[in-house]
């Protein structure tokens, strides 16, 4: 397993757009995929995107367009735009290392993002 930390969340309004941040321990960072979750209140966690080390990006249905996706190998670090921000969007946000497709093993401690209308 690696430790991953995330940053970068916080509270906007509603339109405005954020860039979380998940930095991960250790080497052979651009061998694994990586990928981001979201857990808003009440609700079960859900997948919103993923990367592989080949830099493809794969989204929920329901966050294409306004979710990007990206990794950066020299800083150890995935991203995760997001743009024209809606108060459904109000979740924690989690990073996560994919180890085999759809299998998970590392998970961040998360962010929140909170989203006033």
């Known amino acids: 397993q690696v430790q991953l930390v995330e940053s970068g969340g916080g509270l906007v309004q509603a339109g405005g757009s954020l860039r979380l941040s998940c930095t991960a321990s250790?080497?052979?960072?651009?061998?694994?995929?990586m990928g981001w979750f979201r857990q808003a209140p009440g609700k079960e966690r859900e997948f919103v995107a993923r990367i592989r080390s080949s830099g493809n990006t794969y989204y929920a249905d329901s966050m294409k367009g306004r979710f990007t996706i990206s990794r950066d190998n020299a800083k150890n670090t995935v991203y995760l735009q997001i743009n024209s921000l809606k108060p459904e969007d109000t979740a924690v946000y989690y990073c996560?290392?994919?180890?085999?497709?759809?299998?998970?093993?590392?998970w961040g401690q998360g962010t929140q993002v909170t989203v006033s209308s």
């Open positions: 250790g080497r052979q960072f651009s061998t694994y995929g």
């Open positions: 996560a290392r994919e180890i085999r497709y759809d299998l998970w093993d590392s």
